[in-house]
Structure formats: C-alpha cells, structure tokens
T-cell receptor
C-alpha cells in the first residue's frame, strides 16, 4: 500500500512556467515532509523539507505548501528552467525516524 | 567534503547467487539507511543502521541483511538472488539517528539479476 500518493506522473511545462506537484498521505503520525530531486544516474538530492507547524516554506525558486487538515502537500517551482528537468519525489516520515516513505515520482520536463 | 560513496556502481549476478554492496557515509555521519529503487515499486526503505545496530527495518524478506562497522561504513547483503531483486540500491547517510535529519544519498549500485 502506497503510504504517500503523488501526482501527476509526468509534467511538461514551458521555461518560466510554474509546475506544481501534489502529494497526499493518510498516516497522521507523519510529521516531516521532504522533497527530493533526482537526475538520471544520480541519487536523490534533498530540495526542501517542511514540518506540519508551518503552511508554506520557500527556498529559492522552490516552495512547499502544506495543508495539514487535508493531509496534502505540494511543490511549486517558480520560473522553471530546462535544468530543472528531473524526477521529483515527495516523501514523509514520522516520530523522528529516518525511514522515508516516498511517493512514486513525477518526471518533469521543462521545454526551452 | 566528499559525498556518500557506493561500490560497486554496477553489478551483474545470476539467480541464486548472493551479493554484497558497500556504502561509505559522509565523514562524521553515523547513520546509514538503505533503499531499493525499482520502476514498479519506486523507492522503498530497507533498513537503517546507527552505532553498528539496526535501528529500523522495512518490509523486505530476510534474504536482505546489512551491517555497520565501527567507522560507520555499511554493507548490505542479498542472498539467494531472485530476478525481482534487480534494482538500484541507494545508501543514504545522516548525522545521527532520531530527530529530523537531512539524508544525503549516494549514486547507488545498479544490480542486475539474470
């Protein structure tokens, strides 16, 4: 059973567009929600993470929005660039544990 | 600062064999986690080691095992390989166990089982 559901599976945007990737979870024990970026042949790299005590967090062009009551969170990439083309994973963990439950990934393509 | 290193990067084995993968965490990191990545199942947590002790385990059969050495380096072993074990095996290191620690992933070992 997939503990974190992610959509869409793939996304194509024009350069400068704002791709949005959505994730949902059921386990209310989750309290740490990171996003990872993975390029082909590389391991995932942490982009940004949020705890449920805030509803939004920004780091550079990346923003996480978090809706605790709906148990949903999303990643927005402002002013997207071709170099942002990668697979993005949302994840969740709880209780301070390091074991992450990952979403199924979104393959983003930014067209120049 | 050097990142997480994993060896070997690529491995081809046949069914029934066993395999050992190695992970060297970032210097100073004491927690090492292992994940399996496949197109069908995505990224799934295998286990986590801290201070040479397994702290957490995912839902994988006992054929998957691991250990951690006193220098925090870790190995994982898969015995009696099956075709379905073909995957990218990722190692992630973090400073400590417990708390909300950023995990840094290595490039992975691509295992192909024929």
């Amino acid at each position: 059973q997939q503990q974190v559901k992610q959509s869409p599976q793939s996304l194509i945007v024009q350069k400068g567009g704002i791709p949005i990737i959505n994730c949902a979870y059921e386990n209310t024990a989750f309290d740490y929600f990171p996003w990872y970026q993975q390029f082909p042949g590389k391991g995932p790299a942490l982009l940004i993470a949020i705890r449920p005590d805030v509803s939004e967090k920004k780091e550079g062009r990346f923003t996480i929005s978090f809706n605790k009551s709906a148990k949903q969170f999303s990643l927005h990439i402002m002013d997207s660039q071709p170099g942002d083309s990668a697979t993005y994973f949302c994840a969740a963990s709880g209780g301070g544990a390091n074991n992450l439950f990952f979403g199924t990934g979104t393959r983003l393509t930014v067209i120049p | 600062k050097a990142g997480v290193t994993q060896t070997p990067r690529y491995l081809i084995k046949t069914r029934g064999q066993q395999v050992t993968l190695s992970c060297s965490p970032i210097s100073g990191h004491r927690s090492v986690s292992w994940y399996q990545q496949t197109p069908g199942q995505g990224l799934q947590f295998l286990f986590e080691y801290f201070s040479e002790t397994q702290r957490n385990k995912g839902n994988f059969p006992g054929r998957f095992s691991g250990r951690q050495f006193s220098n925090s380096r870790s190995e994982m072993n898969v015995s009696t390989l099956e075709l379905g074990d073909s995957a990218l095996y990722l190692c992630a290191s973090s400073l400590r166990w417990g708390g909300y620690n950023e995990q840094f992933f290595g490039p992975g070992t691509r295992l192909t089982v024929l």
